[in-house]
């Protein structure tokens, strides 16, 4: 795809950059802030993201920048190691990331279980509504996403007695308003995206009523920038940030490759090559790794929003990386005025949106299984964290379909006088010998057995000692023979 198309497809690009930019700006903006890091920081990651993965080869219409979807888990690091160690783990999951790359691992994220992605979505998607109800009214979160939950209460409690509490709700009910009737606004109004408007429409409220409500703290885009210091190399030998960099390296690929997919599914353009688009995404992150910004993922939002504004080449989210490097350069003033609340109410939008309630539903009519998997991925993030959680999804997903593979008919004839037959089909695991030998146990005895084998297709060590060991003693006990005739 050329990075400099012909004149017609290039004024479709950059009026889609400057669409992907508007809805980018607040995004990047919130996520720092519910990361707990200043929000220069999420600019710095989605310039990044539009000016170094935006021009390299991999996908070519999706956009790349920070995402709610790490937001848990970068708030929990921040918490526990510091901010100073933030740049060194995301420039250590980037390195990671360029090797995943190069030894053409990308490809091979594509095998997780759909309903494990699903259930991780809807499990960030709690994590930021639960976190993010405390911003609402300006107040601080407990921290993991179950505590969030049941500190709800208390904070209801608290903030009906605190004016500036009421007034930062007020805020943020009206900025979710603005968010979830947007749709219902005139054609032409809504070439501006929602959370542009939102956040406008809240910030130009905020300072007509003159509300006692918190601000967005701006240091100034060098002065956040925090690069790794080569004394904190010595931290990579900590076993809980060794366990964060994988955790950011696992989800943030997992996220911007299952972003390529959806993607490419939105438009007949080229399609992605996944080992290609890891190896940007990780460069990506090296190069905010040292910044000592935030981690980058590919962003179906913005990814979407790209395509549906009529992008062509990869020069449109190039683009949006530049928009969003003048905004910080030229106009860093502006970010001071916008309220907490605001942001806050932008990603509880964003989290809800998240939630798949219908197709939990629909699973739970069809595929039951995988609405197990999905609620079981969703409820493990809730209660441990993003990456126990995403493997106790795997895990689940993995125990499913063992359980559907090990799939087993068991048939049983035989008349009053001859041998009784004994015909075992399918896949013999132990996951099935309860039921296998609860039907041997019920079999006559003092009857001679031909226990047929021949018919499965799969029968594991387990199985086969707990048959054997059924026909020899079912053999001794009777004195009567027990033919068995193993698989071929």
Same mark, same amino acid.
């Given at each position: ?25 607040? +995004? ?48 929990? *690091? ?204 990780? *460069?990506?992150?090296?190069?905010? @790794? ?51 609340? *605001? ?19 629909? +699973? ?11 609620? @079981? ?112």
């Amino acid at each position: 795809m050329e990075l400099f198309p012909a004149r017609d497809i290039l004024a479709r690009d950059v009026l889609a950059s400057v669409v992907v930019f508007l809805v980018a700006l607040p +995004l990047c903006i919130g996520v720092a802030v519910a990361s707990g890091v200043p929000p220069e920081l999420g600019l710095v990651t989605g310039i990044v993201g539009g000016l170094v993965a935006g021009a390299l080869p991999g996908s070519s219409l999706q956009v790349s920048g920070p995402a709610a979807g790490l937001t848990v888990l970068v708030y929990e *690091a921040v918490r526990e190691h510091g901010l100073q160690i933030l740049g060194l783990v995301v420039l250590a999951t980037g390195l990671l990331q360029l090797s995943m790359g190069a030894l053409r691992l990308g490809r091979w994220f594509r095998a997780i279980s759909i309903s494990v992605v699903q259930g991780m979505l809807a499990g960030i998607g709690l994590a930021l509504v639960f976190g993010q109800a405390h911003t609402l009214f300006d107040g601080r979160s407990p921290g993991a996403p179950l505590a969030n939950l049941t500190a709800l209460p208390a904070l209801v409690a608290d903030s009906a007695r605190d004016p500036s509490a009421l007034a930062a709700g007020g805020i943020g009910a009206g900025t979710l308003l603005v968010l979830a009737c947007w749709r219902f606004v005139p054609a032409w109004l809504r070439t501006i995206p929602a959370a542009l408007a939102a956040v406008a429409l809240a910030t130009l409220a905020t300072a007509l009523l003159d509300l006692p409500v918190k601000r967005i703290e701006v240091n100034g885009l060098l002065e956040s920038l925090r690069p790794p210091a080569l004394d904190h190399l010595g931290r990579l030998a900590d076993v809980g940030i060794l366990g964060t960099i994988i955790a950011f390296a696992l989800i943030a690929s997992a996220e911007s490759l299952f972003s390529a997919a959806a993607v490419d599914r939105m438009h007949d353009g080229p399609r992605t090559r996944y080992d290609q688009e890891l190896m940007a995404q990780g *460069a990506g992150n090296t190069v905010c @790794g040292m910044l000592g910004a935030l981690p980058m993922t590919a962003v179906i939002v913005r990814s979407a929003t790209n395509v549906q504004a009529g992008a062509r080449t990869k020069l449109s989210r190039v683009l949006h990386g530049g928009w969003l490097l003048i905004f910080t350069v030229a106009a860093p003033a502006a970010l001071g005025v916008i309220p907490v609340t *605001a942001l806050a109410a932008v990603l509880v939008h964003a989290g809800w949106k998240l939630l798949s309630p219908r197709e939990v539903g629909r +699973l739970w009519r069809t595929e039951r299984g995988e609405a197990i998997v999905l609620m @079981g991925t969703t409820l493990a993030i809730v209660c441990t964290n993003l990456f126990e959680g995403v493997l106790i999804g795997i895990l689940l997903a993995v125990a499913k379909t063992a359980w559907d593979v090990s799939d087993i008919h068991v048939d049983v004839r035989g008349n009053d006088e001859g041998p009784i037959e004994i015909r075992l089909t399918g896949n013999a695991t132990f996951l099935r010998l309860p039921r296998v030998l609860d039907t041997l146990e019920a079999i006559p005895h003092g009857r001679p057995v031909e226990l047929d084998l021949s018919g499965l297709r799969h029968l594991d060590h387990a199985c086969r000692t707990a048959l054997l060991s059924w026909a020899t003693q079912h053999q001794r006990r009777d004195d009567t023979p027990v033919r068995v005739s193993e698989p071929v």
